[in-house]
C-alpha cells in the first residue's frame, strides 16, 4: 500500500494533523488507542473509516521508519 493510501496532511483537514487517506481520523488516535492498551479490533470498530489494511499499513511504516531505520547502536 503506498503512503498516501495509507495517511495524508492537508490543511484543509484538522489544520493539516496527520489523518488516514479518505477520512478525517487522527493517525494519532490509532496510537492513543494502543499506548491505552486497547487492540486495533477495538480501534476499527471505533473508527469504522479507517480500514483494518490503513491501520496495519501505517503500524509496518512506523515500524520500519523507527526500529529499522534507527537500529539499536552496538557495544
Known amino acids: 500500500m503506498k503512503r498516501e493510501q495509507i495517511f495524508h496532511r492537508d490543511p484543509e483537514i484538522l489544520g493539516g494533523t496527520p489523518v488516514f487517506a479518505g477520512t478525517r481520523v487522527p493517525v494519532a488516535s490509532l496510537l ?3 499506548k491505552h492498551g486497547k487492540r486495533l ?7 469504522p473509516s479507517v480500514q483494518r489494511e490503513q491501520a496495519e499499513a501505517f503500524l509496518d511504516l512506523a515500524e520500519e521508519e523507527l526500529v529499522h531505520e534507527y537500529p539499536s547502536p552496538t557495544a
Open 41 to 47: 479490533e477495538e480501534f476499527l470498530d471505533d473508527f
Open 32 to 34: 492513543h488507542h494502543l
